[in-house]
T-cell receptor, first 114, second 112 residues
Framework: DSGVTQTPKHLITATGQRVTLRCSPR?????VYWYQQSLDQGLQFLIQ???????AKGNILERFSAQQFPDLHSELNLSSLELGDSALYFC?????????????FGPGTRLLVL | GNSVTQMEGPVTLSEEAFLTINCTYT??????LFWYVQYPGEGLQLLLK?????DKGSNKGFEATYRKETTSFHLEKGSVQVSDSAVYFC???????????FGAGTRLFVKA
């Protein structure tokens, strides 16, 4: 158990809908990362937050947005969903957000868009 | 730009065989290098890491040495077990740019 929690575990929705994925980092970690894992694209970095502020942005679509709240939990919002958004979404956390640090991954949210 | 290339899988081995999964990287500066493992149905977890040239990371019988001269960080294990069946990701971080770069992953199957 990494100490990172993600909810929900599974999500099934329809095209055009909007969903919110939630992540709670390990106790004491200030930085949160979001990744998308799909069969054809591998593990893609989406976005990183540190203590409530966006620190780095990767291959995140404009239909996707995220935020980190004062209690350090984070939410990833996916809107106007398309079939191709079906994937595993992982959240990870690290103490200070330095890239030399180990990232601790949650169990993931499996999203299926029908 | 920065990149990580690891050998394509799947790799299928018999129990107690020797394992090597190759990983090479391109990076500016002095990145840290990582191997993460993903067991079926789970998230990634750190297997080992090395933060500077010639460092050797080791854990659970796995080893990898940070070779700056060959820009490599190959993963090795002397005797694999069925329980090592998983996907292994090589990654680099801490260099120019602000994102960790993951390789495509190598799936390992170990047969009893």
């Amino acid at each position: 158990d990494s100490g990172v929690t993600q909810t929900p575990k599974h999500l099934i929705t329809a095209t055009g809908q909007r969903v919110t994925l939630r992540c709670s980092p390990r106790s004491g970690d200030l930085s949160v990362y979001w990744y998308q894992q799909s069969l054809d694209q591998g593990l893609q970095f989406l976005i990183q937050y540190y203590n409530g502020e966006e620190r780095a942005k990767g291959n995140i679509l404009e239909r996707f947005s995220a935020q980190q709240f004062p209690d350090l939990h984070s939410e990833l919002n996916l809107s106007s969903l398309e079939l191709g958004d079906s994937a595993l979404y992982f959240c990870a956390s690290s103490p200070q957000g330095f890239l030399q640090e180990t990232q601790y991954f949650g169990p993931g949210t499996r999203l299926l868009v029908l | 730009g920065n990149s990580v290339t690891q050998m394509e899988g799947p790799v299928t081995l018999s129990e107690e065989a020797f394992l090597t999964i190759n990983c090479t990287y391109t990076a500016t500066g002095y990145p840290s290098l990582f191997w993460y493992v993903q067991y079926p149905g789970e998230g990634l977890q750190l297997l080992l890491k090395a933060t500077k040239a010639d460092d050797k990371g080791s854990n659970k019988g796995f080893e990898a040495t940070y070779r700056k001269e060959t820009t490599s960080f190959h993963l090795e294990k002397g005797s694999v077990q069925v329980s090592d069946s998983a996907v292994y990701f090589c990654a680099l971080g801490g260099t120019g740019g602000f994102k960790t770069i993951f390789g495509a992953g190598t799936r390992l199957f170990v047969k009893a």
